[in-house]
């Protein structure tokens, strides 16, 4: 069965430092999404990708998160430098539109991010 | 504001009993999603509702859709240990493609 891959699936760090996850959505899905939970929390969507091109990045904290899609397939998430508010599980999800404009999206597992 | 408000947050259950979550929303959308969580673990999906009276079942577990109150709710029939998780609600953002969620419902099933 298809499934979105995320890496690294934990990651530590020090504030100040870079670190960069990575997203590969289930073939042929052309929206990919990045979204950020915090404990307890619903996701919150960080941005939006439509084949390569951002469609929403309202939310992306722009002065220290970029995210791209160069090839319209697999994404990259960076942030730096880190803080300490960015602790969190980051989940990456793909979808495909279906008939009536059906937006299901499918979960990767998603990197959990300290930052010390 | 797009809301998307769901009660109860924390629900402590025995087993064989039933219970339902509920879920209001402010948005327009006739479409609705349920996911699953558990611990340290991604979202699963459950069940997508796509209009108005909606009601879809999988094992014990029913959901239903009213958009006219804006209003999911997912029956819990007869619970066991196994289906302690998270449980979200999330409805299509009408101006974007993303899903606004609830807060989750963290479900405790105990013997």
């Known amino acids: 069965e298809a499934e979105v891959a995320q890496s690294p699936r934990y990651k530590i760090t020090e504030k100040s430092q870079a670190v960069a996850f990575w997203c590969d959505p289930i073939?042929?899905?052309?929206?990919l999404y990045w979204y950020r939970q915090i404990l307890g929390q619903g996701p919150e969507l960080l941005v939006q990708?439509?084949?390569?091109?951002?469609?929403?990045d309202s939310q992306l904290p722009k002065d220290r998160f970029s995210a791209e899609r160069l090839k319209g397939v697999d994404s990259t998430l960076k942030i730096q430098p880190a803080e300490l508010g960015d602790s969190a599980m980051y989940l990456c999800?793909?979808?495909?539109?279906?008939?009536?404009?059906?937006?299901?999206?499918?979960f990767g597992p998603g990197t959990r991010l300290t930052v010390l | 504001e797009l809301k998307v408000e769901q009660n109860p947050l924390f629900l402590s259950m025995q087993e064989g009993k039933n219970y339902t979550i509920y879920c209001n929303y402010s948005?327009?959308?006739?479409?609705l999603y349920w996911y699953r969580q558990d611990p340290g673990k991604s979202l699963e999906s459950l069940f997508v509702l796509l209009s108005n009276g909606a009601v879809k079942q999988e094992g014990r577990l029913m959901a239903s859709l009213d958009t006219k109150a804006r209003l999911s709710t997912l029956h819990i029939t007869a619970a066991v240990h196994d289906l302690s998780a998270t449980y979200f609600c999330?409805?299509?953002?009408?101006?974007?493609?993303?899903?606004?969620f609830g807060k989750g419902t963290k479900l405790s099933v105990k013997p």
């Open positions: 999800a793909s979808s495909l539109e279906l008939a009536g404009g059906v937006n299901e999206q499918f």
């Open positions: 073939s042929g899905h052309a929206t």
């Open positions: 999330a409805v299509d953002n009408p101006s974007q493609g993303n899903l606004i």
């Open positions: 948005t327009t959308s006739d479409r």
């Open positions: 990708f439509q084949d390569e091109s951002v469609v929403d």
